[in-house]
């Protein structure tokens, strides 16, 4: 490792967000895991159905074409990369997120598209803010039919929904906002990134919204039929709105700091949700959370590991995302 690297990496490891994070995973960690019995746990596994186990990991990986194809919609038609390359880069960034603090899988895979396509990284980086602005949205609209339909016992639970949705909805018209600023031309850099981030942001056609909105509804619905496969390979015989319920709680916590791969913070919400709201045993939402967890943070490693180093771009990728700075997002 370089010398250049090692900084990089010292100075991430440094950073007060990284620090918190994997505090705060730590701390889910404890708390999910304090009373786990591994021989409990490994009856537990031994007992699961590979059947359900397998569909999970198979509409999971489909979840992932259509999110390409939902990335293709929101760039401009003169400049849309492929499905497939953006399917590539989905994982890829995945694959970052799961290794890298800060969620930087994010710019790595921005990085990789513009790269490849011979796009600006900050334009492109927009385009990733519109495609989460899209997933704010349907968790949104899912939280709110939860709300709806669940009588939640405990009222901070449907407070902490609520709350979460609000703060959701706050940061969707923020940027809603935002994405209508001009910026004029200027030959400050910070201020052409920052323009092209807002192009990026403005780049989806009026014409693609609609079936943006609905390929977004069907991504969050293969994560709540890929809940109900997990829990039916346990047997647990959860509804499909107790399976909303872990969705959606376990989603609104990953917007908390955590350590790369959402470790800790994952698991801790899923336990919570199974044990204290469904009076699960506690072995029985500690496996639950970790095969929850397991089975994707697995695939989405090893695929986007392994597009990731068949790209041409991989070195110089790694060696500009880890400078943590507004450098990597500007052209080339």
Do not use: C
Request: aromatic fraction near 14%; charged fraction near 15%; charge should be positive.
């Amino acid at each position: 490792m370089s010398n250049n690297r090692k900084i990089n990496m010292a100075g991430l490891a440094g950073n007060p967000k990284v620090i918190s994070g994997i505090i705060i995973s730590l701390a889910g960690i404890y708390w999910a895991f304090k009373d786990f019995n591994f021989f409990d746990f490994k009856r537990s596994i031994q007992q699961i159905d590979l059947v359900y186990l397998i569909l999970a990991a198979i509409f999971l990986w489909g979840s992932v074409w259509v999110r390409g194809l939902r990335w293709k919609w929101l760039f401009k038609e003169s400049a849309s990369p492929s499905v497939s390359s953006l399917y590539k880069a989905e994982l890829i960034g995945y694959f970052g997120n799961n290794v890298l603090p800060l969620r930087l899988g994010e710019i790595l895979r921005a990085y990789i598209i513009g790269k490849e396509n011979n796009l600006s990284k900050s334009f492109v980086f927009g385009t990733v803010v519109l495609e989460r602005l899209m997933d704010m949205l349907a968790l949104t609209f899912f939280a709110i039919i939860l709300l709806l339909i669940y009588p939640f016992e405990e009222g901070w639970v449907s407070n902490f929904i609520l709350k979460g949705g609000v703060v959701l909805s706050v940061l969707i018209f923020s940027l809603i906002i935002i994405s209508r600023i001009k910026i004029k031309s200027t030959e400050n850099k910070l201020l052409r990134i920052l323009n092209q981030m807002m192009e990026g942001l403005q780049s989806i056609k009026k014409h693609r919204i609609v079936p943006v909105v609905i390929a977004s509804i069907l991504i969050w619905s293969i994560y709540l039929l890929d809940v109900y496969f997990i829990q039916r390979a346990f047997q647990f015989n959860l509804s499909w709105t107790q399976s909303l319920t872990v969705l959606v709680i376990s989603s609104l916590v990953l917007s908390i700091p955590s350590a790369p791969g959402m470790i800790g913070t994952f698991h801790a919400a899923v336990k919570y949700t199974m044990v204290d709201i469904f009076a699960f045993t506690p072995n029985d939402g500690n496996s639950f959370a970790i095969l929850m967890h397991a089975y994707g943070y697995i695939l989405f490693t090893i695929l986007g590991a392994y597009y990731f180093l068949k790209s041409q771009f991989h070195e110089q990728a790694i060696k500009n995302v880890l400078k943590a700075d507004s450098n990597e997002l500007q052209e080339k």
